[in-house]
């Protein structure tokens, strides 16, 4: 199985930083990998695919890059709506797995 | 609208079975592979099952293989999750979610897609 590996596991950041989570695969994913946010209470949100395409109506405060074995989320500027828990998740294989997740706090 | 509705959670002592079923409309059904996904309370989204939009190709996670099936009836619109053989640690929310394929044209649409459209879930509680 692949296995996703997520850091940091927890982030504290204040309204308008820029923020980054990486990614990590256990091997070579080429470029599926996939993020979502996810905040309690609701279903997950589908924000990025293929490693760095917008999901239809998601801001462009959210970038996603990387290919292979590393990637990254980044928030250019943060908004209250965008404490929550964010997940990476591979669909190279027909065996899809998630990272751990960062849970993204208020400073 | 694209709407997905999970059904058959509930109460069940462990070893004994349930199956969750996953109600749609407002989509072309069998133009997409479909999922399972779970969260247990206090830890992460967990990948469960997936399947083609032709039920060619399924996959699940370690934690359920052998135990659960996954299936799908295009006339109907609806997903399944067959569960047996129950344990505690099964116990968590479970989501129905839509695929979005942007893989290089397989014709099984599937892997190669992302966890799009997600379904309110459906609690299951295995216990004693």
């Known amino acids: 199985d692949i296995q996703m590996t997520q850091s940091p596991s927890f982030l504290s950041a204040s309204v308008g930083d820029r923020v980054t989570i990486t990614c990590r695969a256990s091997q070579s994913i080429s470029n599926y990998l996939n993020w979502y946010q996810h905040k309690p209470g609701k279903a997950p949100k589908f924000l990025i695919y293929g490693a760095s395409s917008l999901q239809s109506g998601v801001p462009s405060r959210f970038s996603g890059s990387g290919s292979g074995t590393d990637f990254t989320l980044t928030i250019s500027s943060l908004q209250p709506e965008d404490f929550a828990t964010y997940y990476c998740?591979?669909?190279?294989?027909?065996?899809?797995?998630f990272g751990q997740g960062t849970k993204l706090e208020i400073k | 609208e694209v709407q997905l509705v999970e059904s058959g959670g509930g109460l069940v002592q462990p070893g004994r079975s349930l199956r969750l079923s996953c109600a749609t409309s407002?989509?072309?059904?069998?133009?997409?592979?479909m999922h399972w996904v779970r969260q247990a309370a206090g830890r992460g989204l967990e990948w469960v099952s997936g399947?083609?939009?032709?039920?060619?190709?399924?996959d699940y996670a370690d934690s359920v293989k052998g135990r659960f099936t996954i299936s799908r009836d295009n006339a109907k619109n609806s997903l399944y999750l067959q569960m047996n053989s129950l344990r505690p640690e099964d116990t968590a929310f479970y989501y129905c979610v839509q695929g979005y394929y942007y893989g290089s044209g397989s014709y099984y649409k599937y892997p190669n897609d992302a966890l799009n459209i997600w379904g309110q879930g459906t609690m299951v509680t295995v216990s004693s």
């Open positions: 399947i083609s939009w032709n039920s060619g190709s399924m």
């Open positions: 998740q591979q669909s190279y294989s027909t065996l899809y797995t």
């Open positions: 407002g989509f072309t059904f069998d133009d997409y592979a």
